[in-house]
């Protein structure tokens, strides 16, 4: 089963698996559960989770019934612990859109939620990130997660996750990391799929993140955070939940 899902995973576009993934991966969870982890966006909970990664898969890393990684775990504690998400009134504007955050946040009445993105199969806009589709500033919060490294010009688009923000207006926009290195790693001259899945972590990367990443954001006019709020969790719940140790929560505020 690992071999597979590595397979899938690493060479199957993920518009593509997404089309298909969460009808298999439900009835696979019977199989899975059990009390060792648990899910805190479902409260389901498994005897262990589903391995997850391209080149080297992470143990317990795939929650199979909300298809939930590590960092949307993660994400939705912060949510409910630290902000006013799932209370106050606002207009969201989510790229990317992630299946386990879908339905339910289509579901909260406090949301006037609205998704975009490029290509996906769940987005209500499809729109290049680099020119967003609406006026300035539009949305009280924007999430675009696991995006930027993606993208030609990450700064002008972290300008326009800037701009169709409103003033006190929020966002949390995760990267993958390389937190031994304290500089981005960038080289445009790597174009071959190989190549960047050795030196950026996957083959449609177009860059490594390193320590320097908040200062990127704070570049593109944002009052940033690097929340460890990890560490408020407790290394009890960071197993039960199958958390990385190692991830800062970025959230960036315009004043």
């Known amino acids: ?31 899975y559960r059990g009390n060792n982890f648990e899910d ?12 997850y990664g391209r080149i080297n898969p992470r143990p317990n890393a795939l929650s199979p019934d909300s298809m939930a990684l590590e960092r949307h775990r993660l994400i939705w504690l912060y949510l409910k612990e630290k902000t006013n998400f799932f209370s106050s ?7 990317a859109p992630e299946y386990c955050f879908l339905r339910l946040f289509k579901k909260q009445e406090n949301l006037d939620y609205l998704t975009g993105d490029l290509i996906s199969p769940w987005a209500d806009h499809h729109f290049d990130v680099h020119d967003i589709p609406f006026d300035d500033n539009s949305f009280d919060v924007l999430m675009a997660n696991h995006l930027l490294e993606h993208v030609d010009d990450d ?30 790693y960038e080289d445009k001259s790597i174009t071959d799929p190989r190549e960047r899945e050795k030196h950026f972590w996957q ?53």
């Not at 009134?89 to 790229?95: C, F």
């Not at 326009?160 to 981005?184: A, C």
């Open 1 to 31: 089963m690992n071999k597979i899902i590595s397979f899938v995973t690493r060479f199957v576009p993920r518009h593509q698996i997404q089309k298909v993934a969460h009808f298999f991966l439900r009835v696979l969870s019977v199989f």
């Open 40 to 51: 805190p966006i479902t409260g389901i909970t498994y005897r262990k989770m589903l391995p």
């Open 89 to 95: 009134p606002i207009k969201m504007l989510h790229m």
């Open 155 to 184: 700064a002008r688009v972290m300008r326009e996750f800037y701009r169709v923000m409103k003033p006190g207006g929020w966002g949390i926009f995760q990267v993958p990391i390389d937190y031994s290195n304290p500089k981005t």
């Open 203 to 255: 083959a449609d990367h177009l860059r490594l993140y390193g320590r320097d990443y908040g200062d990127k954001l704070r570049a593109a006019g944002f009052d940033v955070v690097e929340d460890d709020f990890i560490k408020e969790i407790g290394p009890d719940l960071q197993k039960r939940y199958g958390l990385m140790e190692e991830e800062l929560i970025y959230f960036c505020r315009k004043s």
